[in-house]
């Protein structure tokens, strides 16, 4: 009985910890709501069926030994800082960096990663997974972001999306979607993990 409470106080910790785990934003502004009722919900609430874009965000503990950064940055911002100075949500023109040498990186490992997921019209066309250190250029957008969200909640809706066999999803989504998986620190991450390797996965996954 005693570490069944203490695996709920731990788990308690760690979304108390992710939800104050919020992106810097420019040119932009965030809404918060909880997920505490289910993550998928709350994602495809806050998504909607509008036109968009939509940008839903949530934030999950992640176990990293050293200091990295996971953003990304247009050729210009490179030149001029040797790291990303904003990253641009709608930038067409960015490239993604995630590595352990970047100037950007702290002195400590980030204890959390944020994971975005774009939506237009109701569908997922884009999933990033930047680190706190990473600041977001919203494009004027606003980000619905979710508190209170489970890491195995993220782990089985991240699952879904790459698990998926129909056309609706690009390969660069799912390939998003398992690398954002393999950054929880969650057992769960590992057991999905191992689905996504087996002999008998379609060859697309």
């Not at 203490?6 to 809404?31: E, M, R």
């Not at 993550?39 to 934030?59: F, K, T």
């Not at 620190?185 to 379609?202: I, K, Y």
Request: negative net charge.
């Amino acid at each position: 009985m005693k570490n069944i409470f203490y695996s709920l106080f731990v788990a308690t910790l760690a979304i108390s910890a992710a939800s104050a785990q919020q992106p810097h934003v420019t040119n932009g502004k965030i809404d918060s709501a909880s997920a505490a009722a289910g993550l998928q919900a709350a994602v495809q609430q806050a998504a909607g069926n509008g036109a968009g874009p939509v940008w839903v965000g949530y934030a999950v503990p992640i176990t990293d030994s050293k200091p990295r950064n996971m953003c990304c940055f247009g050729s210009d911002e490179l030149q001029l800082s040797g790291c990303c100075g904003s990253c641009r949500l709608e930038g067409e023109h960015s490239s993604y960096s995630s590595n352990t040498d970047s100037a950007c990186a702290q002195d400590q490992p980030q204890t959390h990663a944020l994971v975005l997921l774009r939506y237009s019209a109701g569908q997922l066309t884009r999933i990033r997974v930047f680190t706190p250190n990473c600041a977001v250029d919203a494009s004027g957008t606003t980000i619905r972001w979710l508190t209170d969200a489970r890491p195995r909640d993220s782990i089985a809706m991240l699952a879904a999306f790459a698990d998926r066999t129909d056309d609706s999803l690009t390969r660069q989504i799912q390939d998003s979607a398992i690398f954002a998986i393999a950054i929880h620190a969650d057992a769960a991450a590992d057991e999905a993990l191992s689905r996504f390797v087996a002999a008998d996965r379609p060859e697309k996954i």
